[in-house]
């Protein structure tokens, strides 16, 4: 695997995306991609830039073993769309979002949908919690448990394909 750089985007980055990155490093680390696959979330909006995630996130995160440590930012176009290869927002209004911010075609290859990775085609979105109650929390960490199983796979696959194209370069 060669490194990849992913990065998640909801709204506030204070309950979906960070949650999405704690997901994330819990199963690489559980697979020893830790150091291949390097993980950050930022938000659309910078309204809670520098603060942590919100408690009622983090509470529900940590009984399922993820701890959300990082202090919330807000996308910085010109450079996400440049470090990162995979810039994975949560619902419609965080695609559009990102959409509206790319710089080049090249930029817009880069987004994707967190359910666009779910194995359950139950939800194409992941919910915002931020005004629910505590089902919606636990929901949150449902569906992005799953699609971070769906993800891994993706990631597999691609690797699969570079390592396959490397070597018909080799071999030319
Ligand atoms: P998030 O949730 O996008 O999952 O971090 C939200 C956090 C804050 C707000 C909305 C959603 N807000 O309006 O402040």
Redesign the pocket.
């Known amino acids: 695997m060669t490194g990849k750089h992913l990065l998640f985007v ?10 999405a990155e704690a997901v994330m490093k819990g199963k690489l680390k559980t697979m020893g991609w830790e150091l291949l696959v390097f993980c950050d979330s930022a ?3 910078g ?2 830039s520098g603060e942590p ?2 408690e009622r ?1 983090k509470k529900y995160a940590l009984s399922r073993g993820y701890k959300l440590t990082g202090l ?1 930012r807000q996308v910085k176009p010109d450079s996400d769309f440049d470090r990162f290869d995979m810039i994975i927002g ?1 619902d419609d209004q ?1 695609i559009k979002d990102l959409n509206a911010l790319v710089r080049n075609e090249n930029d817009r290859k880069k987004i994707f949908r967190m359910t666009d990775f779910s194995t359950q085609k139950i939800y194409n979105h ?1 919910p ?4 629910t109650g505590n089902e919606g929390f636990e929901l ?1 960490l449902d569906l992005l448990e799953d699609a971070c199983n769906g993800l891994i796979v993706h990631l597999k696959s691609e690797n699969r394909l570079e390592l396959k194209n490397e070597r018909l370069k080799n071999m030319t």
Do not use: K, T
Request: charged content about 10%; proline content about 7%; glycine content about 8%.
């Open positions: 909801c709204l506030g980055n204070i309950c979906r995306s960070p949650s938000g659309i909006i309204f809670h995630a919100d996130m919330s949560m965080n992941i915002d919690p931020y005004y949150v």
